[in-house]
């Protein structure tokens, strides 16, 4: 009779302690997986051409992508383009949709805006241009003026997105 009781008290220990490796590496595997969701991706658009300053392009956190600020620069030639704040406005915006296309999102995920302005006497032009990129339910938006910008540009965007 002992000896059966010994057996069974053996038996179910084994059994807890599977049970409880079980639990520890599903729990390392649930940890490991928030880990990968919560990292740091570098997002940087094909033909990207870096400016030497030391920033990303775009800086995605699971489904939150940071969008660095876009001047209103030549994809190409690096300089901001000519026409003013309306022409500025529309190349920053191209820049910006293309990180964001790198994250495999769009403007429709944008839902926070930063706006950097050196002349706010330019934002009834700046803003006819936005409003075209947003006509429906636009992301909320900061907007500021400030004394210069790199380059000699005449605005900057900032902007946070997020998959649903």
Partial sequence: MQKTSTRVAV?????????????????????SGEASAGARKVIVPEGYIPTGSPFSPGIQVGDTLYVAGHLGRDPETRKIVEGGIEAETSQAMAGILKVLQAADMGFENVASVTVYL????????????????????APARATVQVAALSAGATIELQMIAVKP
């Fill in 11 to 31: 038996i179910f220990c084994l059994v807890a302690l599977l049970f409880g490796v079980q639990a520890t590496i599903q729990s390392m595997e649930m940890q």
């Fill in 118 to 137: 050196t002349d706010i006497g330019d934002f009834s032009k700046f803003n006819a241009v936005y409003g075209t990129y947003f006509p429906n339910d």
